[in-house]
């Protein structure tokens, strides 16, 4: 007869006890390895996030350079324009054969005696040399001719014409602003208004004196004004040679009272003096450059589209010229490399996490 041998009870209890305590740190060493890899998780995505926020910053940094490096250079460029349109004005007031046969015409001499010829050729030789000349205009068919829209002229110190090239228009009424400038010895200038033949045009005057006279505040016996629409040889200047961004874009602006007005054609085919928008509108680019030449920032622009954008000051002149390029090309590999982390990391800690399901 075979004994069958029973274990004690305490050692069963003992056995069970140590399961259920191995268990227990199994459990634990689980929960601690799933915060671990929970924490360890969010410290990767935010260590991702500020890398990529460092890189966006530093990218960000590298287009403000460059965008200012190519702003200043087109500011620049628009800024040498005005001044050359000057530069042929104040050469005429200090030609001294103009100064005595002006004196002579403000003296009563006739327009078509010889210094009235003189003068005329003089003028619309420098008209043709330095494109104070009205745009092709397209043929009339009815009996009407057709009206002036730039040119150079000679007028009195009342504003009376003296002298005018061909195509030059009677002087508008905004001019007289600028006569009231280059009368006291500083170059006078109309900013741009719509012509009677729907051009944008501006204007410049200075003052002449006569031979022997001092340039004394309202000393002059005359002024030389010249008109000239804004067209090609202003706007090309606005292009950056070389430039490979694709969805750059250089205009100018002014502030007129509360509002921005577009001074230059647009990329979405918005003629000059077209548009205007709010100079408070929330957000926008041209608003916030307007306000703060020379900074940089993101913001939209007139369509509504994200761009960076910076400004520069035309010196003298009150334009802004604004500088922007879309956001979505400038930051493209920031953002590409932030879906490539964020996509590895997420993919790593779903591994862990699935590992660690198993586990459990």
Do not use: C
Not at 15 to 44: C, I, N, S, Y
Not at 311 to 319: A, D, L, T
């Amino acid at each position: 007869m075979t004994l069958t041998t029973t274990p004690p009870v305490n050692a069963l209890s003992t056995d069970e006890e140590e399961e259920g305590r191995a268990e227990r740190r199994a459990k634990r060493a689980v929960r601690f390895l799933m915060a671990g890899l929970a924490l360890a998780a969010v410290a990767g995505m935010l260590s991702a996030w500020l890398f990529v926020r460092a890189e966006r910053e530093n990218s960000l940094y590298q287009w403000q350079v460059r965008t200012g490096i190519v702003a200043d250079s087109r500011a620049t460029d628009v800024a040498r324009w005005l001044d050359d349109r000057v530069a042929t004005l104040r050469a005429l007031t200090q030609n001294m054969s103009l100064q005595l046969y002006m004196t002579s015409l403000v003296s009563g001499v006739g327009a078509e005696a010889v210094e009235g010829q003189y003068l005329r050729n003089l003028m619309e030789a420098t008209a043709q040399r330095d494109g104070f000349l009205a745009p092709a205009q397209p043929v009339i068919k009815a009996n009407v001719a057709p009206s002036g829209v730039a040119g150079l002229a000679l007028v009195d110190a009342h504003g009376r014409t003296l002298i005018a090239t061909a195509g030059m228009p009677t002087l508008p009424p905004e001019m007289n602003a600028a006569l009231e400038q280059a009368a006291k010895g500083r170059p006078g200038f109309m900013d741009v208004q719509t012509g009677s033949a729907g051009i944008p045009l501006i204007g410049f005057a200075l003052p002449v004196y006569g031979v022997q006279d001092d340039p004394a505040p309202h000393g002059q016996i005359g002024f030389v004004v010249g008109l000239l629409p804004l067209g090609h040889d202003l706007f090309e200047r606005l292009v950056q040679p070389g430039d490979t961004a694709t969805s750059a874009k250089n205009y100018l602006m002014r502030k007129t009272g509360n509002e921005i007005e577009y001074l230059s054609p647009l990329a979405d085919g918005t003629e000059p003096l077209k548009r205007r928008l709010a100079a408070d509108t929330p957000g926008l680019a041209d608003a916030f450059a307007l306000a703060h030449p020379w900074s940089f920032g993101e913001r939209r622009n007139y369509a509504g589209i994200d761009v960076l954008v910076t400004s520069r000051v035309i010196p003298g002149f009150p334009w802004v010229l604004i500088r922007t390029v879309n956001s979505s090309e400038a930051l493209a590999e920031s953002e590409s490399r932030l879906r490539t982390i964020l996509v590895v990391l997420l993919m790593v800690v779903g591994a862990l996490i699935a590992g660690a399901s198993a586990l459990w």
